[in-house]
């Protein structure tokens, strides 16, 4: 079964500064897709960034970039230049065989002016 | 794009209560619909899904049903609320079977007393 750990249960980050989002997963599958979802504070959950398992190239979106490691199992978020408007919770997510996603329990971040 | 609409988007509801939460989409077709519960603090947990009209998958065993009566409407039941349902619940979209992305309501946050 698949699986997603964010070690990470809050973050505090100077504004201006990059930030790392660690999530690391476990699957069998050899097909999976990876995503990073961000939840402000009023709840709804904003699509961030999308890494297919057979990519070559590491995504980006904008500030947004995902750090994949195949190998290691990890698809770490870097957020480049950190705004006031970042700090959120941000979820890791796996996508298995049956196109179910499947969550980690999510990394507080918050950015200090 | 997808837009969805969710309501109520607070309910505050006494133990044995009945419960209906709607959730309805825009801007595209035969979608795959989702029902996810979020308890504080913690990632999404997967409730129901649906592939079409009265095609409802049931993830986890509960109190709680669905219905998806019309291609672009969601309906999240249940007809005595424990407090343990207490929650944010969360009504997603995909464009159908192997579609990547979710596109996520407002939420919904139920308190049960």
Not at chain 1, 15 to 34: F, H, I, M, N, Q
Request: glycine letters at 8%; hydrophobic letters at 35%; a neutral charge.
């Amino acid at each position: 079964a698949q699986k997603i750990t964010q070690t990470q249960p809050g973050m505090f980050v100077q504004e201006k500064e990059a930030v790392t989002l660690d999530c690391t997963y476990d699957t069998s599958d050899p097909s999976y897709g990876l995503f990073w979802y961000k939840q402000p504070s009023s709840g709804e959950m904003i699509f961030l960034i999308y890494q297919g398992s057979y990519d070559q190239q590491n995504a980006t979106e904008g500030r947004y970039s995902l750090n994949f490691q195949k190998a290691r199992k990890s698809a770490n978020l870097v957020i480049s230049a950190s705004q006031l408007g970042d700090s959120a919770m941000y979820f890791c997510a796996i996508m298995d065989s049956n196109y179910q996603l499947i969550w980690g329990a999510g990394t507080k971040l918050i950015i200090k002016p | 794009s997808q837009t969805i609409h969710q309501w109520p988007a607070t309910l505050v509801q006494p133990v044995g209560s009945p419960l209906s939460l709607e959730c309805t989409v825009e801007g595209t077709s035969n979608p795959n619909l989702y029902w996810y519960r979020q308890a504080a603090g913690r990632g999404l947990q997967l409730l129901f899904y649906s592939v079409g009209i009265g095609q409802i998958s049931s993830e986890v065993p509960q109190n709680l049903s669905a219905s998806r009566p019309q291609d672009r409407q969601f309906i999240l039941s249940s007809k005595k609320l424990l407090l343990s349902d207490s929650g944010f619940y969360l009504c997603a979209c995909s464009r159908g079977p192997g579609a990547n992305v979710l596109t996520f309501g407002a939420g919904s946050r139920l308190t049960v007393l």
